[in-house]
Structures are given as structure tokens and as C-alpha cells.
């Protein structure tokens, strides 16, 4: 008697403990281990260079509010970030500073949505030694302008701006992201560059901003969206829902962004 109330009772546990498992394994919450460790997950996110520091910020707050959560960021030219998701580069999220390059993906980028929008700004050196104040100025013979490639969203509203003033650019060089652009002008190496308003902000006394009325031709809307074949889908949209959030947003915005 007390043999078979033994072993029903073994049972018993045996499948409360199971329930218990298979219920945290569909809210993806993991079942913790003897150890009482909650499972670790890595969520890889493809983020356009003009995002670098308001992502970073981005990540760790997510990570704090999800336990057991890293993120990992891949911040580049758009270009190059799609170039590398369609040649196979494991992404859960891409994060586009324009649609072009978003729709370059196809349907491998899973519903993408608008998330915020940038302008264009002229950058030169402390002091602005070469006295650019209107974007005709760039065209100046002698000054050494760097923008952005063509294919890089920089570049290409760059050259919209171009077109609405009616100039033409002779760069001294073309950079594959903003970050570089904004690199070559704060250390010395060129006169002026076209970056976004947002570059500008985060790069403080390093450099000044000259503002030019073109730029209202051509403003950058950045839309984001979950890789197709990424193995992290729930977390993904996870961070998504994050950075479309009054949260996200606020942070967004605190780093010069404008809604989408």
C-alpha cells in the first residue's frame, strides 16, 4: 500500500515539474536549470553608422529589461549591411537609414516599418576655417569636400540636395558611412562634408554644423525590420516593439532624430 501511494506520488512530481517546463518553454521564457540560470540568448541587430550611439543606448536598456538577453551590433553603411544579409550574414534585425537599401532585401526583410527620419547637414572644422555657409559654398573651387558614397544613403540624398541647389560637387572623397565622413572633417583632413543633423550632435565640439534650406529635399526615412530566416523572430520583434516605443522614441529623438 504505502509502496503504490510512493510511486503514484513520484509520477505525480514527475509531471508537475514537466507542465511546469513545457509552459515557461511557450511564453520563451526558458525553464531554468538545477542551477536556478535563466537561458541565455543573443540577438544580433544590423544598424545603420549614423544610429551607433542611440542603438548602443538602445541595447542596453532592452538587455536590462530582458533577462539573459545580449545584444550584438553590426553598425556600417546601410549598402554594406544589406550587401552582407543577402550574402548570408547571420542578422535578426536590420535597422536601414533608408528604404532603397531596406528594399534591396526583398522578402527576406519581414514587414519592414518606418521607425524615424534624419537631415542632411553641412559639418566643417572647429571654427570653420573655410567659411562654408551655404551648401553652393561646397562647390568652391580648392575645398576638399568628403561625402558619401552614392549608394549609401548619405550619398544619395546628398546628391538630391545637389540637384535642388543646382550645383555641382567635385568631393576629394567618397566614404562608405557617415561615421567616416564625420572622421575625416574633425581630424583636419577636409574642409567640409555632408553628414546627417544627428552626426553633428553626437560629435560635440569636434566639429560645427552649418544648416542649408536644400536639405528639405531630401530627408532619410529609416525603417527597421526582422531578417526572415532569423532564429530569434520573438526577440526580435521584441526589440522592434522597443524601439517604436515612447521609450525608443524619446531616445530617438533626445539624439536629434524626427519621427518617421
Known sequence: MNTRVSTRTRKARVWAVAAVCAAAVVSSSGCASDSGEVEKRTLTVFAAASLTEVFAEMGQQFEAEN????????????????AQILAGAPADVFASADTKNMDKLGPMAGNPVPFASNTLSIVVPPGNPAGVTSFADL???????VVCAPEVPCGAATQTAAQAAGVTLSPVSQEQSVTDVLGKVSSGEADAGVVYVTDVKRAGASVEGVTFAESSAAVNTYPI???ADSKNGDLAQQFIDFVLSDAGQGLLAGAGFAGP
Do not use: C, I, R, Y
Open 67 to 82: 533577462e539573459g538577453v545580449n545584444v550584438t551590433f553590426s553598425f556600417a553603411g546601410s549598402s554594406d549591411l544589406a
Open 139 to 145: 562647390a568652391e573651387p580648392g575645398l576638399k569636400l
Open 225 to 227: 525590420a526582422t531578417v
